[in-house]
């Protein structure tokens, strides 16, 4: 199947800095590819999709200004989260769909853990 | 909008077949999917329904009824490794739209 690479897998920073995660996708282009924010013991919440060549499309209640989404190529989307603080601590995950067949299936990275203090 | 509500809880013993439902209330309809996580770790896709009825893949079955807005996975044969929490989730019809999960339900496997 597709693989869907994402980096770092845990990151710890102190409050007020930035934080940069990756989501790559490694066989195949992804024109479309989706944030979620999952805190412990909830399910998944959409936070984004990310369009390559556009803006991101947010969710209600979403900081966009907080959340930097920057999609700059086929296979590469990056999350900003900036000025972090302690309720920002979350585990991030990026998904993807490739072309094809809708066979129903969302592709993901192994997620990032993010802790700050 | 979506909505999907899932048991927040389940328990069953290692060998027997436990059932998670799925109920969903959505703007637009396109298939229901289940996916599988465990703790730490990043979702993987366990099954899909486009069209109702079962889906059958190995030890997991996954059912539908478009017309009653539900939809269930079943794990037969459970292993102590099918602890996780398990996922539902709607994609609309459009092509690569966003996908909405459920409420997820933590299923744990007892000796």
């Known amino acids: 199947g597709a693989v869907v690479s994402q980096h770092p897998s845990w990151v710890i920073c102190k409050s007020g800095t930035s934080v940069k995660i990756e989501c790559r996708s490694l066989?195949?282009?992804?024109?479309?590819m989706f944030w979620y924010r999952q805190f412990p013991k909830q399910s998944l919440m959409l936070m984004a999709t990310?369009?390559?060549?556009?803006?991101?499309?947010?969710e209600q209640g979403v900081e966009k200004d907080k959340f930097l989404i920057n999609h700059a190529s086929l296979t590469l989307s990056t999350l900003t989260v900036t000025s972090a603080h302690p309720e920002d601590s979350s585990f991030y995950i990026c998904s993807a769909i490739p072309g094809g067949p809708n066979t129903g299936e969302l592709f993901f990275g192994e997620g990032s853990r993010l802790t700050v203090l | 909008g979506q909505s999907l509500e899932q048991p927040s809880e389940v328990t069953a013993v290692e060998g027997a077949i436990v059932q998670i439902n799925c109920t969903y209330q959505t703007s637009g309809f396109y298939g229901l999917s289940w996916y599988q996580q465990h703790d730490g770790g990043a979702p993987t896709f366990l099954s899909y329904?486009?069209?109702?009825g079962l889906e059958e893949t190995g030890r997991f079955s996954s059912f539908l009824s478009r017309s009653d807005s539900y939809g269930y996975l079943l794990l037969q044969e459970l292993q102590m490794k099918d602890s996780a929490s398990y996922f539902c989730a709607v994609k609309p019809p459009g092509g690569y739209q966003k996908v909405t999960f459920g409420t997820g339900t933590k299923l744990q496997v007892i000796p």
């Open positions: 990310s369009n390559e060549g556009s803006k991101a499309t947010y």
């Open positions: 066989d195949f282009q992804a024109t479309t």
């Open positions: 329904n486009a069209l109702d």
